[in-house]
Antibody, heavy 120, light 107 residues
Framework: EVELVESGGGLVQPGGSLRLSCAAS????????MTWVRQAPGKGLEWVSV????????YYADSVKGRFTISRDNSKNTLYLQMSSLRGEDTAIYYC?????????????WGQGTLVTVSS | DIQMTQSPSSLSASVGDRVTITCRAS??????LAWFQQKPGKAPKSLIY???SLQSGVPSKFSGSGSGTDFTLTISSLQPEDFATYYC?????????FGQGTKVEIK
């Protein structure tokens, strides 16, 4: 059974940094593209970043480009999101998600999310 | 960026009703569209991919249609467990973009 468990969220001051982790199990992690999506309180879903199976290809939303870095450790079955220069508008639940294999590049499984609060 | 616009933003319906949600893309995305269901306090759940293909394990009361710029999600007979917020998402290009969501509430 696919399981994605996010951790590392918490309260951080504006301008601070935080690293989120997503522990994956139940599938061959190194084979799959992985994604981060966030949701501000009471708002809709916002795509954040994606990383290829080997980690050599990444994309970012303009809102986080230059501040966030996605990475993965396939030996540990873990996805990361390093967040720096955090702003109030980065306050959100951060979900990691697994992309489906094949020609359809949608996210088929999602973790339960970890809450990041940026506030002084 | 491709803009995704859902309508309505919310709707009230009764158990047993047939419900249709629409999603419009600002440019042609072929069939590169997914639908997700999200219940309060829970993660999104995949329902439909490739505009009309049912995700494994999702009941057949959910169906999707459309291609190009106009898409629909239909729930054939609304049940209590279907009251939730529904999102469409395009995966034609980066950045991926979601519709603003449609909240389905009990009438």
């Amino acid at each position: 059974e696919v399981e994605l468990v996010e951790s590392g969220g918490g309260l951080v001051q504006p301008g601070g940094s935080l690293r989120l982790s997503c522990a994956a199990s139940g599938f061959t992690f190194s084979t799959y593209t992985m994604t981060w999506v966030r949701q501000a309180p009471g708002k809709g879903l916002e795509w954040v970043s994606v990383i290829s199976p080997s980690g050599d290809v990444t994309y970012y939303a303009d809102s986080v480009k230059g501040r966030f870095t996605i990475s993965r450790d396939n030996s540990k079955n873990t996805l990361y999101l390093q967040m720096s220069s955090l702003r109030g508008e980065d306050t959100a639940i951060y979900y990691c998600a697994k992309r489906a294999l094949g020609a359809n590049h949608y996210e088929d499984y999602w973790g339960q999310g970890t809450l990041v609060t940026v506030s002084s | 960026d491709i803009q995704m616009t859902q309508s309505p933003s919310s709707l009230s319906a009764s158990v047993g009703d047939r419900v249709t949600i629409t999603c419009r893309a600002s440019q042609d995305i072929s069939n590169n569209l997914a639908w997700f269901q999200q219940k309060p306090g829970k993660a999104p759940k995949s329902l439909i991919y490739a505009a009309s293909s049912l995700q494994s394990g999702v009941p057949s009361k959910f169906s999707g249609s459309g291609s190009g710029t106009d898409f629909t999600l239909t729930i054939s007979s609304l049940q209590p467990e279907d009251f939730a917020t529904y999102y469409c998402q395009q995966y034609k290009s980066y950045p991926r973009t979601f519709g603003q969501g449609t909240k389905v509430e009990i009438k």
